[in-house]
């Protein structure tokens, strides 16, 4: 069972399907959630699964859910606020006890939906409508969207995207050299996993003062509309189109998903979803987690969750399967050889972050497939330019500690910097 | 029951993915395509890696020929009325777009082994076209078949577009054919044993002028002779057929609820399948790079993996068939101009027709999976290859559809992406023999309906060429008209 470390000292009260929950000022609402011992927050689009909160970063399916009569918005990103109105979508008569369930049991390795029933005569037309009445995930909003305050349009020297380690390396030295940057970080503050991860060699969070750090804004694209780039940036609601003339995108990787059987029950969560729940929120998702995967990050972790009261079990040991009907209740796991089943009320899935290339890729930066870590990064050269104007630091070029990432991204406005000064006059 | 997730929003399983390799699926795009992972609500954020160490434990693909698929704007869904705050200067033309071409070599995937070296017919082009008469001349017994493709499978134009199917246009030849694909399309489970979901929830075009009423009640009674139940609405009877919609500017409507929406994806397997199935060889990947001809015939189609010496070459090489006509000294009008499109977080069904605005060529439908998929002509857009996605189209589209249907305002944008209109002077299609090299035959320049037409047109061409019985289809829309000044004018273009 999940609990607070810390105890609610500013509670806001919010509804979920009609009940009342009760969490921490700054909780998000998938926080506040787990935190009250909850686990079904969402069913899956096909099979009605149960699903519960994972990744924590906004870059999953996992926790969607209505929210104040807007449908599909990431519950780990969304705060809560007193009375907020908040429903669990897809589910029939509800998302804790859903009879389309039926699905998962009647397709129990996939559906093949090319083939299934494919040219029957008469059944085919019942199975087009059955499948319309299935398909999609949220209502149509219920209310048109507010005015919008037109874009703001601004134009910068250098464009930072992440306030992590890497970027935040990468702003001090730009400081230091009196370069003028902006930096975007979607989080409400900088710091990535300096602040929230379980990196035990991690370097302590310094922000530079009195320079353009703007945090709640989120990068949603790098364009490039008659071949002049600018980031798209969302920012209380409001667009801003920000032309650069150089780009450090430092935005790190998402959590990606381990395969084995049951890996996205209720209670299975990214590592980082843990560690921020302990060092961010005050919140320990289990009382006995199974820390599994790659081993330095899950001995950190365990040290992590041990420190905070709860246990951390299966250290470093391989997935094999998930137990639970509505959350994990164990899992079985690979250990040195031995293969056993330990009880567990949370997994946490220790391996390194997918690189979020897709800015880097929009910017001209070429990304391949990396056949150690198994993963595909981004390619740069020893100074982390990837193309003309676009430089890469951190965990976009493959996994790395939080020290490494810090250097990466001094090396990288070193390079800027000279970049800079080369071209001056 | 015990599933492993690879892609949870779309729930797609490791014995799915297994399935698709097994099926002889190698390369991300593909995978993506045939199992739906990562068109979710992440994009692939999750999933991707994933399904690669799958494909590269599994199907052995090599780390060169593993790529990832196209990352598409935005990077996180970003509502319509987010989008729709910009502004654009309508007369300036657009340019540019993301991804910029940075010469990823999809050569890498490129198979081994030569192409046969011999075949009776070569057709260019594995979209739509191409692998529908494929299929159509198979059924004939005509096997002997090699098809080229120089991507994977819906790459090209038949891959990207909205699947949109009206038996709505402008003259008695392509109403015909569209009432005759719609035909072959409620059959196709039926004839391929795979489902493409087609769904006859009607179009809906609204006409905001009233040069485009009186284009729309031209057409509506031209409709109605050829026996399609094309039925012109006031605003308000519209407003039944869709209620979200706003009726701002609309003077009339004209409403068949018999075209329809397919999904385009199975719609090309299903054609390549059933085509190999009977012997056709469907070669991905492969590129034309040359002609041998002598003669006034082509003796050989060169290719990046060898000669395939033949009889007939058909060219289906939708927008990009000018570049090989040229190739072998041919010079085709066609040309390429984008059009960009995208789609929205998925949601429960409300939307029945695919709804247009023939004036702005703003379109719209929702999918079987539920996403709002639409796009918009751009008159300003300039000719020219150009895959490229832009901030510019966002803006234009959320505009215009927020203005029609103003309760989507909240609803995200998932991702957009573009495909080439193969674009004609008259916006007919070029079909038949070449002047002076009549072993090679054209199909191409259908202006963005191909699609729809594939299947009644090739069905007619595999007709005409195995029995050389004379069909006016193959004489009228020949490439030799612009030059004799026989213009086949179309003028219900969406966009």
Not at chain 1, 382 to 410: C, I
Not at chain 2, 65 to 94: G, K
Not at chain 2, 295 to 324: F, N, Y
Not at chain 2, 428 to 448: C, D, E, K, M, Y
Request: hydrophobic residues 40%.
């Amino acid at each position: 069972m999940s609990h607070r470390i810390t105890p609610i000292d500013h509670p806001v009260t919010f509804e979920i399907d009609g009940e009342s929950i009760t969490g921490q000022d700054g909780d998000t609402i998938a926080v506040a959630f787990v935190a009250a011992g909850r686990t079904t927050l969402s069913r899956s689009i096909k099979y009605h699964r149960p699903r519960g909160p994972f990744c924590l970063s906004g870059g999953c399916s996992h926790c969607l859910v209505r929210v104040d009569g807007v449908p599909n918005q990431p519950s780990c990103q969304v705060d809560i606020k007193p009375g907020m109105r908040v429903e669990r979508q897809n589910a029939f008569p509800d998302a804790s006890v859903d009879v389309l369930q039926a699905t998962d049991l009647v397709f129990s390795k996939w559906f093949n939906h090319h083939e299934f029933l494919a040219g029957v005569p008469l059944i085919e037309k019942v199975m087009l409508q059955v499948a319309r009445k299935l398909a999609g995930l949220g209502l149509l909003p219920e209310k048109p969207a507010p005015t919008r305050e037109p874009p703001v349009v601004e134009s910068v020297g250098v464009a930072i995207v992440g306030g992590g380690a890497a970027g935040l390396s990468a702003a001090r030295r730009l400081t230091e050299r009196n370069v003028a940057f902006t930096l975007f970080e979607r989080d409400r503050s900088c710091g990535g996993r300096l602040l929230h991860g379980c990196d035990e060699g991690a370097p302590a969070v310094v922000v530079p003062s009195g320079t353009s750090i703007r945090t709640g804004a989120t990068v949603v694209g790098v364009f490039s509309d008659d071949h002049k780039p600018f980031l798209a940036v969302v920012q209380h609601q409001r667009l801003h189109f920000v032309f650069y003339e150089r780009l450090l995108l430092a935005n790190g990787g998402q959590p990606t998903l381990l395969t084995f059987p049951n890996n996205d029950l209720p209670g299975v969560f990214a590592s980082r979803a843990v560690s921020r729940m302990i060092r961010k929120h005050g919140v320990l998702p289990g009382a006995r987690i199974a820390v599994v995967g790659d081993g330095d990050e899950a001995k950190s972790l365990a040290k992590l969750i041990g420190a905070n009261g709860g246990t951390a079990v299966a250290v470093g040991a391989e997935p094999l399967r998930a137990h639970g009907v509505r959350s994990v209740q164990a899992l079985t796991v690979s250990l040195q050889g031995r293969i056993e089943k330990v009880d567990c009320d949370a997994v946490a899935l220790c391996a390194p972050v997918s690189p979020a290339f897709e800015l880097a890729r929009a910017a001209g930066a070429r990304v391949g497939w990396d056949s150690r870590s198994h993963l595909f990064t981004v390619e740069t050269d020893a100074a982390g330019k990837s193309a003309d104007t676009v430089w890469v630091a951190g965990e976009l070029r493959g996994p790395m500690s939080a020290a490494a990432a810090t250097e990466q991204g001094l090396v990288a406005a070193e390079s800027i910097a000279s970049a800079i000064k080369g071209a001056t006059p | 029951m015990s599933k492993a997730l690879l892609c949870c929003c779309e729930d797609v399983t490791a014995s799915e993915v297994e399935h698709a390799i097994e099926k002889g699926y190698r390369d991300i795009e593909s995978v993506k395509r045939f199992t739906g992972f990562g068109t979710g609500m992440c994009q692939g954020k999750q999933c991707l890696t994933a399904v690669a160490r799958l494909l590269e434990s599994k199907a052995k693909t090599k780390p060169s020929q593993l790529m990832p698929f196209t990352p598409r704007p935005p990077l996180f869904p970003t509502e319509l009325s987010l989008w729709a705050s910009a502004s654009f200067d309508p007369a300036v033309a657009p340019g540019g777009g993301v991804p910029e071409s940075i010469g990823l070599t999809e050569n890498a995937l490129k198979p081994e082994a030569p192409v046969p070296s011999k075949a009776k017919i070569v057709i260019i082009g594995g979209g739509i076209l191409g692998l529908s008469l494929a299929w159509n001349l198979a059924q004939r017994g005509e096997t002997d078949i090699v098809v080229l493709e120089k991507g994977y499978l819906c790459a090209g134009a038949s891959g990207r577009n909205g699947g949109g199917v009206r038996m709505q246009w402008g003259t008695p030849t392509l109403i015909t054919l569209a009432q005759r694909s719609i035909e072959l399309m409620k059959r196709f489970a039926r004839d391929m044993g795979i489902n493409v979901w087609f769904r006859q929830g009607g179009y809906l075009f609204l006409a905001k002028s009233e040069a485009v009423v009186s284009k729309l009640e031209r057409a509506a009674q031209l409709h109605n002779k050829h026996g399609v139940p094309t039925q012109i609405l006031t605003p308000d009877a519209a407003r039944e057929v869709v209620p979200e919609l706003t009726m701002t500017g609309v003077k009339a409507a004209a409403w068949n609820p018999l075209d329809g929406v397919i999904f385009p994806w199975p719609f090309l397997w299903g054609y390549a399948t059933a085509a190999q199935k009977k012997g056709v060889k469907v070669e991905t990947f492969t590129k034309v790079i040359g002609f041998e001809q002598s003669q006034h015939r082509i003796k050989k189609v060169i290719t990046d993996r060898g000669d395939i010496e033949c009889e007939t070459v058909v060219l289906a090489g939708g927008a990009w068939s000018p570049a090989i006509a040229a190739l072998a000294g041919v010079d085709l009008p066609n040309e390429p101009h984008r059009h960009e499109i995208c789609s929205t977080e998925p949601l429960k069904p409300f939307l029945g027709p695919l709804v247009s605005v023939l004036d702005s060529g703003l379109y719209f439908s929702q999918s079987m999976r539920g996403e709002i998929v639409g796009g918009m002509g751009d008159a300003r857009e300039p000719a020219g290859m150009n895959l490229g996605s832009t901030q510019r189209f966002l803006t234009r589209y959320s505009q215009a559809l927020t203005e029609q249907m103003p309760q989507v305002g909240r609803v995200k944008i998932l991702r957009q992406w573009s495909g080439p209109y193969d674009v004609t002077p008259d916006n007919s299609p070029i079909l038949g023999r070449t002047p002076g090299l009549p072993n090679l035959i054209q199909l191409s320049g259908f202006v963005g309906h191909g699609f729809m037409m594939a299947p009644a047109v090739t069905e007619r061409m595999a007709a005409w060429m195995a029995t050389n019985e004379s069909d006016e289809l193959f004489e009228r829309f020949t490439l030799s008209r612009f030059e004799e000044g026989r213009m086949e004018r179309e003028d219900m273009i969406i966009g």
